[in-house]
């Protein structure tokens, strides 16, 4: 069975300090791996995807996140956070079963500081 | 392109009511799943519609149904709330089924309230 652990619940930044919100994945496939950001009275949005091409995915807005099998991991990063970025992360897997059912972590909420 | 809406933004119910939340898709989806984020939690999937019937389900009861009409809207439906149901409910829509291949576009969600 699939699924996402997000190794911390809140995560706090100066702005203009490097971001970095931790995921493992667990997966019997081989994975499709999401992040969608959550603004408050704001629906999901998509970051970014990664689905076996590249390990090194770009994303919107200046974030990134690298596969890494060895590790069963998908951290995402952005070298330098903005006020704007303060929201809820959500790292998910698809589940393979042919529809679109997403598994998503518990969430990492981002406070950005000036 | 307009995206996904969904109505009401917010409502309150009463244990044992039934509610219908709504959902518009996105302008040349032809699919809409179903989504429940309950408080501090990440969103669980409920159940997808496709041609106007439903081909996928989590893990919820018969109480949660829907519909998907011919112009790819669609209803969630929910009989004798419970107060755990309380939650904001996520629609989401995509071309096609397969969430691996398909980007979901996600509306802003119905806060739903039982007392």
């Known amino acids: 069975a699939q699924s996402v652990t997000q190794l911390d619940s809140h995560v706090s930044v100066s702005e203009g300090t490097p971001v970095l919100l931790r995921c493992n994945y667990s997966?019997?496939?081989?994975?499709?791996l999401f992040w969608y950001v959550q603004h408050p009275n704001k629906g999901l949005q998509l970051l970014l995807k990664?689905?076996?091409?590249?390990?090194l995915v770009k994303g919107i807005n200046g974030f990134e996140a690298e596969f890494k099998k060895s590790e069963t991991s998908f951290h995402l990063t952005k070298p330098s956070a903005h006020m704007s970025d303060a929201a809820e992360y959500f790292c998910v897997v698809s589940d393979p079963g042919g529809y679109n059912k997403l598994i998503f972590g518990a969430g990492t909420r981002l406070a950005v500081h000036p | 392109e307009t995206g996904v809406t969904q109505s009401p933004t917010h409502l309150i119910k009463t244990r044992g009511q039934q509610v219908t939340l709504r959902c518009s898709s996105q302008s040349g989806h032809n699919t809409v799943s179903w989504y429940q984020q309950a408080l501090g939690q990440g969103p669980q999937f409920i159940f997808q519609?496709?041609?106007?019937?439903?081909?996928g389900r989590g893990n919820f009861p018969p109480r949660f149904s829907g519909l998907q009409f011919p112009n790819y809207s669609s209803e969630l439906n929910v009989n004798a709330l419970e107060l755990d149901d309380s939650a904001l409910y996520l629609c989401a829509s995509s071309q096609g089924t397969d969430s691996g291949a398909n980007v979901l576009t996600f509306g802003a969600g119905s806060r739903l309230t039982v007392l």
């Open positions: 990664y689905t076996s091409a590249a390990t």
């Open positions: 997966s019997s496939y081989s994975p499709s």
């Open positions: 519609y496709y041609r106007e019937e439903e081909n």
